[in-house]
T-cell receptor, first 112, second 114 residues
Framework: DTAVSQTPKYLVTQMGNDKSIKCEQN?????MYWYKQDSKKFLKIMFS???????INETVPNRFSPKSPDKAHLNLHINSLELGDSAVYFC???????????FGPGTRLTVT | GENVEQHPSTLSVQEGDSAVIKCTYS??????FPWYKQELGKRPQLIID?????GEKKDQRIAVTLNKTAKHFSLHITETQPEDSAVYFC?????????????FGKGTHLIIQP
């Protein structure tokens, strides 16, 4: 069983397009996150959600809009894609007030 | 906010030797320090973690030490094997305080020479 899954695994698109990445976890966790890993492998938190409510928004452009329809899902919608958005996006989950975060397999976004 | 510095950026060791990776953090409120291993094209995987009420933790060939006063923590891998080759990330957070994200160091590329 896959604990944290993401779709799609690869996403190639042109500048200016709008795209979405989906994340689902079956661990029963109530907190989910989006991280961005850039071309230099630097991992940075973008958002966190607890029980469908936004907790952290780390100065991410408002072209990025996360949406959590329920505790098990956290989707990331990106409007007007730019070249600098090219990166690997990782979803992660944990239990609120507990420690371990588990990462999904990542979505490699390439903007041309 | 929290800032995590990690050194070295690249570490090459002979198979069987030990490897040590060091990190410092800035926010004294951080209380959780995980280490993740990331193989090429794969997700970061938690290999060991330590909480601020513990000074050292060991799991087979891997150990982590924490010095809260100096605000630094280290990963020690003994008897290195080829499969240890990967990028290792340290991180810090105020986990237990809510839905805090992890603040990561910039990673160490560990190369095990046969």
């Amino acid at each position: 069983d896959t604990a944290v899954s993401q779709t799609p695994k690869y996403l190639v698109t042109q500048m200016g397009n709008d795209k979405s990445i989906k994340c689902e976890q079956n661990l029963g966790h109530d907190t989910m996150y989006w991280y961005k890993q850039d071309s230099k492998k630097f991992l940075k938190i973008m958002f966190s959600y607890n029980n469908k409510e936004l907790i952290i928004n780390e100065t991410v452009p408002n072209r990025f809009s996360p949406k959590s329809p329920d505790k098990a899902h956290l989707n990331l919608h990106i409007n007007s894609l730019e070249l600098g958005d090219s990166a690997v996006y990782f979803c992660a989950s944990s239990q609120f007030r507990e420690y371990e975060q588990y990462f999904g397999p990542g979505t490699r976004l390439t903007v041309t | 906010g929290e800032n995590v510095e990690q050194h070295p950026s690249t570490l090459s060791v002979q198979e069987g030797d030990s490897a040590v990776i060091k990190c410092t953090y800035s926010d004294s409120a951080s209380n959780y320090f995980p280490w993740y291993k990331q193989e090429l094209g794969k997700r970061p995987q938690l290999i060991i973690d330590i909480r601020s009420n513990v000074g050292e933790k060991k799991d087979q060939r891997i150990a982590v030490t924490l010095n809260k006063t100096a605000k630094h923590f280290s990963l020690h891998i003994t008897e290195t094997q080829p499969e240890d080759s990967a990028v290792y990330f340290c991180a810090a957070s105020m986990a237990g305080g809510g839905a805090d994200g992890l603040t990561f160091g910039k990673g160490t590329h560990l190369i095990i020479q046969p």
